[in-house]
Nanobody, 124 residues
Framework: HVQLVESGGGSVQAGGSLRLSCAIS????????LAWLRQPPGKEREGVAA??????????YYDDSVKGRFTISQDNAKNTVTLQMNSLKPEDTAVYSC????????????????WGQGTQVTVS
């Protein structure tokens, strides 16, 4: 069965960078939307970035708070979707999770069929 496994979280100083990876195991031939979401301490989960994995990737979404700093991309050969996070700020501190669903990503009203376990990102 399909699983999502995140890696790459950690602690970094403000202005630094981290690269998160979401490995998709047991991937089927279907295409889907893959999103990175985060839940800051004491706050609700929010969508950070998302993309469609078919047709070479597209339909890319970024939350306004990360535009110009975060980049989502896919590596088909490695069956991974990565989130490159640059110029990190303390307000980026959160548990980051990747999730997938065949339905189009819609911020605030997307209910993915599968989640990863999450990885902590701390910016000080």
């Amino acid at each position: 069965h399909v699983q999502l496994v995140e890696s790459g979280g950690g602690s970094v100083q403000a202005g630094g960078s981290l690269r998160l990876s979401c490995a998709i195991s047991g991937r089927s031939n279907e295409n889907y939307f893959l999103a990175w979401l985060r839940q800051p301490p004491g706050k609700e989960r929010e969508g950070v970035a998302a993309m469609y994995t078919g047709f070479g990737g597209g339909n890319i979404y970024y939350d306004d708070s990360v535009k110009g700093r975060f980049t989502i991309s896919q590596d088909n050969a490695k069956n991974t979707v990565t989130l490159q996070m640059n110029s990190l700020k303390p307000e980026d501190t959160a548990v980051y999770s990747c999730a997938k669903d065949p339905r189009a990503f819609c911020p605030g009203s997307w209910y993915p069929e599968l989640w990863g376990q999450g990885t902590q990102v701390t910016v000080s």
